[in-house]
């Protein structure tokens, strides 16, 4: 599995984005999907996850309310919508992807190359 992520940039507070992350590969359908970031000089922190059919979901406290993460399969892509970004949502964003069950305690072996989020205050 492949994975490449998009839709980062500046946005002022308040604002929102949709992030994407487009995969490869024919098994990417039975994986589970994640979104991290690591802002400077802090550790990379799990944001948001969606279990392979997109039944189940899971949300940092920190975004709940205002990041959704979503699947098309039949499109091999993840979004996360955010929204009423604050400046310290900036950070790099990645997509991981991981086989297996449940989201925050999996061991994710596939990661995309980060887009950058910027929120000005």
């Known amino acids: 599995v492949q994975l490449q992520a998009s839709g980062g940039g500046l946005v002022q507070a308040g604002g929102s984005l949709r992030l994407s992350c487009a995969a490869s590969?024919?098994?990417?359908?039975?994986?589970?999907v994640a979104w991290f970031r690591q802002a400077p000089g802090k550790e990379r922190e799990f944001v948001a996850g969606?279990?392979?059919?997109?039944?189940?979901?899971d949300y940092a406290d920190s975004v709940k309310g205002r990041f959704t993460i979503s699947r098309d399969n039949a499109k091999n892509t993840v979004y996360l919508q955010m929204n009423s970004l604050k400046p310290e949502d900036t950070a790099v964003y990645y997509c991981?992807?991981?086989?297996?069950?449940?989201?925050?305690?999996?061991?994710?072996?596939?990661w995309g190359q980060g887009t950058q989020v910027t929120v000005s205050s």
């Open positions: 991981a992807a991981a086989y297996g069950r449940g989201i925050r305690g999996l061991e994710y072996d596939y």
């Open positions: 969606v279990s392979w059919r997109g039944g189940s979901t």
């Open positions: 590969g024919r098994t990417f359908s039975s994986t589970t």
